[in-house]
């Protein structure tokens, strides 16, 4: 074996070794409190690549992931190791000092991050970290870690929560029969995955026409009927005034209604309460408005192998008078749950600069990780009256 292969076999064992780690750091990280701060894992190599220490996030405040698992050595334990965090290392002092000069002084040799902190002030810890001699390299198990910061990126890059919008529908794209029932065009594989995506949200949002039409109690529940420990903040959007014997008045959280006049501005406003995730349940007026004002980031849909004709469509006016301005998604995956079929889209461009979604950014993001959440139980001025 010629030392040229030798290196090149080292290299190869040193990036399986940093791969692994990541996966560890970004099990760490999901250990962290989903929030306005994000949750990111680190982990801390030896030269002989053996984890020395373990560090994550908890929360607006505490110590960053990389810090939390530098002081979980002593000494100079850390000189000469690898870092691994599912996030760039910060560089900017908020709550607590930049991380990048706690790696720089701890005497780590490398450091392998996943996602690039996006953040105006607390970006360019990568650069700082090269510039103090420090090997960087970037993006390793890149779309794990993006996946569990999608909705505390999307704050970041738009200023405003991750919104997704969810309908179910008929084959023949109606989301109602004729008389405007629509309970149930899915079957209960399709409603008991809703119920889980709404425990993951922070808020579940319906228009006035879909509370009076379905009375819906916007719990999240399990297939049993009980509630599962993370509920997401019921929200009403439009005029008209919910009735005193609602269901949602008998969810755990109080409900809060808007006018809907202006979106952007009700998405600014659920990102002051730390609401990161907005799942938009419908229906097909308030969805396509929604849709109308690029404020979506991600579509599911629930295709039921049925037929219903008549005019409830899944969608309204969307904007689109002509074919150039189609509003075309790209599948992330499609599912068979039970005889339904559900399609997780995202617009086509939102990766890139000039999306619908960006140019309907609300607000100037918010410094990265300096942020707390606010109790999502706590009323606002816009609490209902119940
Ligand atoms: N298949 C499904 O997934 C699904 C899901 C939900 C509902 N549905 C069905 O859909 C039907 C109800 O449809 P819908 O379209 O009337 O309900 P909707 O979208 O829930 O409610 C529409 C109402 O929302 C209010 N609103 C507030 N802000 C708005 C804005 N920016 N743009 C537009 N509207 C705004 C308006 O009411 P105000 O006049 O009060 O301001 C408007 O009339 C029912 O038959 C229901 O069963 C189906």
Redesign the pocket.
Known sequence: MTGADEHERSEGDRSAGDERAMTRALELARRGPRGLNPQVGAVLLSPAGEIIAEGWHRGAGTPHAEVDALSKVTGDAAHGATAIVTLEPCNHTGRTGPCAEALIDAGVARVVYAVDDPGALSGGGAERLRSAGIEVTAHVGEADSRALLDSWLTVQRLGRPHVTV????SLDG????S?????W??GPAARADVHMRRAEADAVV?????????D?ALTARRTDGTLYETQPRPVV????AVPQEARVRAHPLPFMQ??????PDLLGRLRELGIQRVFV??????????L??GLVDEVLV?VAPTLLGGD?L?T?DLGVATIGAQRRLRVDATELLGDDLLIVARPALRDGLDTPALRAGTRPPVDPRAGTRPPVDGRSADDGED
């Open positions: 969810k309908w179910a529908q109606r989301a109602a029969a008389d405007g029932t629509s309970q065009i899915t319906v228009g006035t026409g879909t509370l009076l039409a379905d819906p959007v439009g005029t008209r808007d006018e809907g006049d202006d979106l349940e419908g229906g097909p007026t308030l969805a396509s408005a929604f109308r004002a629930y409830r899944a309204g």
